[in-house]
């Protein structure tokens, strides 16, 4: 996890005058953000998966799609957690990731021409889903960036 660093800003400047044993002293704490909660439908697709995110909220749908044209053309990958425990990552370097925007959301198609990387494309799409299926909260990511979240 990736942490800030925090400082008082008369410790920055200089101009803090006497100031009391460690008030000026860095602090670690996490770096966050919020994540769109919306709707996540998995399936299998010739070649791979496609994944579409729908939000309800107009808000929460805008970030998600900023977030996605930012991140675009980083890896893609998929998190499952069940009670704050992950309990499956599937990272898609094994095709080619194409972001695409709708109405509600986004849908990102994961594709490959090779056999191999089609099963585990394929194989990965079976295990979310039935990760999903089992009450597991869902999370896309880009680049690390996570873009979505699903409540299932």
Sequence with gaps: MTT??????????????TMPMGAGM??????????PRCTMKIEKCPGGMKITCMCD????????????????????SMCCMMNGMMV????????????????????????SG????CDMIQGCCDCLMACMKGGCTCCMMMGGTPVCCCMC
């Design 88 to 111: 499956c990552t599937c990272c898609l370097t094994m095709g080619a990731c194409k972001v695409e925007m709708t109405k509600d959301g986004c849908c990102v198609t994961c594709t």
């Design 26 to 35: 860095p602090t670690m704490t996490p770096n966050m953000m919020m994540v």
């Design 57 to 76: 909220d107009a808000a929460a749908c805008t970030m998600m799609q900023n977030l996605c044209t930012m991140m675009a053309g980083g890896m893609c």
């Design 4 to 17: 800030a660093m925090m400082m008082d800003r008369a410790a920055m400047t200089g101009m803090g005058g």
């Design 114 to 117: 090779d056999k191999a990387c």
